[in-house]
């Protein structure tokens, strides 16, 4: 099946399951983050998944590869991104199991079966309105700083879209982590497992991986952190096979 590709556009090879996805040369692209919360989301046969905020379409597409989940759901807001995260899915060969749905994310319970969704993924905005500086290319503030939905609103959203013991999975900064606790609680997302991403052994960690549970009990487990790269500066064995890469093949640009 061919792909739709425009000149302000490139076709990138992700090197899994011979999947590709569109991007924008001078719009945001997909990072490491999105690979990592891919590889830490589950989903059983038979599930629906939706992903709040789906860009491109990188992680639905990644799900598409890596889960049985009968069906997968992108919501993006900006249509012109969308459009491409549909091309993307349609070259694949995945119509039958991912759409790409144009909506505000608070408006998802009203479009999407409410109290019904199996899993929920989001790779949200990280950065408050209001910190540090914004990038003046629309797209790439938009998918860096909370302008069109707030982390209240992701975690609201989610919420209102999961069925009773539905599973909430999300990658983070760690200076939000506070804020995350608070909101999955304030909206009975019981954080269930957090995993701490450090790009070396030794390092602070640059990103979060949390698992949540809808009406879940109180109880968090804390996993063994995840390094990136070794002391050799390559990538570590398992952050090659999160992505199901060769050793020195193509891997995504560091998270964000």
């Not at 019981?190 to 109880?219: A, F, H, Q, T």
């Not at 390094?227 to 064995?237: E, F, H, R």
């Not at 060769?246 to 998270?255: G, S, T």
Request: glycine share 8%; charged share 25%; net charge negative.
């Amino acid at each position: 099946m061919g792909f739709l590709v425009y000149d302000d556009e490139t076709l990138e090879d992700l090197q899994l399951n011979n999947l590709y996805i569109i991007q924008k040369k001078d719009s945001f692209r997909f990072g490491m983050d999105a690979v990592l919360l891919a590889g830490f989301s589950r989903a059983r046969p038979g599930e629906t998944i939706v992903d709040l905020g789906t860009g491109t379409g990188i992680l639905a597409i990644l799900l598409a590869a890596k889960t049985r989940a009968e069906r997968i759901v992108g919501i993006e807001i900006q249509p012109g991104i969308a459009d491409m995260a549909r091309r993307s899915v349609e070259g694949n060969g995945l119509s039958g199991r991912v759409s790409i749905e144009v909506m505000d994310i608070r408006e998802a319970a009203r479009h999407l079966p409410a109290g019904e969704i199996d899993v929920v993924v989001t790779n949200p905005p990280y950065t408050k309105w209001g910190g540090g500086l914004i990038n003046p290319e629309q797209s790439r503030a938009i998918s860096r700083h909370e302008i069109l939905c707030t982390l209240e609103d992701v975690v609201k959203a989610a919420s209102s879209l999961l069925r009773h013991h539905g599973e909430f999975y999300m990658v983070h900064k760690p200076d939000r982590l506070c804020d995350i606790m608070v909101e999955m609680r304030k909206n009975q997302l019981e954080p269930k497992e957090l995993r701490m991403v450090c790009p070396r052994m030794g390092d602070p960690p640059s990103l979060i991986l949390i698992r949540g549970m809808r009406g879940g009990n109180p109880g968090m487990k804390l996993l063994q952190p995840l390094y990136i790269y070794d002391s050799d500066g390559n990538y570590t064995k398992e952050a090659r096979s999160i992505y199901a890469t060769p050793e020195n093949d193509f891997m995504p640009e560091d998270a964000r």
